[in-house]
């Protein structure tokens, strides 16, 4: 008998539920479902790194805090570029593995924990998926915007009124 892990069960019950809802309902609504529990997500994780429960996120810490909380979760993301305007993640390891593969929208995870994180510390991101393992494309890149722009992306702003 194969061994099975809570850690296997878990992933292998959030693809299955992704795929579920892909298959259903289609790939943009199970993106929006997703896209809910990210934001969930992000709020809990923007909390965890504070420092102090009443202060912000400092704005330089958040590509730091982005790396590290997806290694925490078994992804490799490293940060391949920073300007004033934006900061380029890559990424070879996906935190769900091979079980993402054919379920774009579990980056909707990526997505709005990201966007969430940035927006709460800068009061506003913007955040395309250039590529993602989901995809087929054999890597993550994920660019994050700190301005508006013109790019393809989900956009998300403070929910503490930064940036308004």
């Not at 429960?53 to 982005?66: A, G, H, K, N, Q």
């Not at 300007?83 to 593995?97: L, S």
């Not at 800068?122 to 013109?150: N, P, S, W």
Request: proline share 2%; glycine share 10%.
């Amino acid at each position: 008998m194969a061994q099975l892990t809570r850690e296997e069960f878990v992933l292998d019950l959030v693809r299955d539920v992704s795929g579920t809802l892909e298959d259903i309902i289609g790939l943009e609504e199970a993106e929006g479902y997703l896209a809910v529990v990210g934001h969930m997500m992000g709020e809990r994780l923007y909390e965890m790194y504070r420092d102090i429960p009443s202060e912000e996120i400092s704005p330089d810490r958040v590509p730091e805090i982005l790396v590290d909380l997806k290694r925490r979760i078994g992804g490799s993301f490293e940060i391949e570029s920073i300007t004033e305007k934006a900061v380029t993640f890559v990424n070879h390891d996906c935190p769900f593995g091979a079980r993402v593969e054919g379920r774009k929208s579990l980056c909707m995870m990526t997505s709005n924990v990201f966007g969430y994180i940035t927006a709460e510390s800068r009061g506003y991101a913007k955040v395309e998926l250039q590529k993602t393992i989901a995809a087929g494309d054999g890597m993550c890149r994920v660019v994050v915007h700190f301005e508006r722009t013109a790019a393809e992306g989900r956009e998300y702003y403070s929910e503490s009124g930064l940036g308004e």
